[in-house]
Nanobody
Framework: EVQFVESGGGLVQVGGSLRLSCAAS????????IAWFRQGPGKEREGVSC????????YYLESVKGRFTIAGDNAKNTVDLQMNSLEPEDTGVYYC?????????????????????WGQGTQVTVSS
């Protein structure tokens, strides 16, 4: 069974940092793409960042480039998201999922082929 457990969220002030962790199980981690998504209050869920564990290529939503860094640990089956210079717009519940594809199309982050179910997520709140 494909499972994801997200952790590391919390309350932080504008400009602060958080490090989220996604623990994955039930599939071959080494040849998978894993993405972080978020859903802010009253907003649709959106893809934030993705890592292709086969070649470690990383992809980001335009608004988080230069602030967020995604990294995978194949030995631990975890994918972390380091978030710096946090802004109120980063507030939301953050989730991770396995994907069939992550890339850029027309310069924009493109994610497809979601696999498994949504986990509980981890809440990130950035206060101004």
């Amino acid at each position: 069974e494909v499972q994801f457990v997200e952790s590391g969220g919390g309350l932080v002030q504008v400009g602060g940092s958080l490090r989220l962790s996604c623990a994955a199980s039930g599939f071959s981690f080494d040849d998978s793409a894993i993405a972080w998504f978020r859903q802010g209050p009253g907003k649709e869920r959106e893809g934030v960042s993705c890592i292709d564990n086969t070649d470690k290529h990383t992809y980001y939503l335009e608004s988080v480039k230069g602030r967020f860094t995604i990294a995978g640990d194949n030995a631990k089956n975890t994918v972390d998201l380091q978030m710096n210079s946090l802004e109120p717009e980063d507030t939301g519940v953050y989730y991770c999922r396995r994907l069939g594809l992550c890339t850029y199309i027309g310069g924009r982050l493109y994610l497809s082929g979601l696999e498994g179910d949504w986990g509980q997520g981890t809440q990130v709140t950035v206060s101004s």
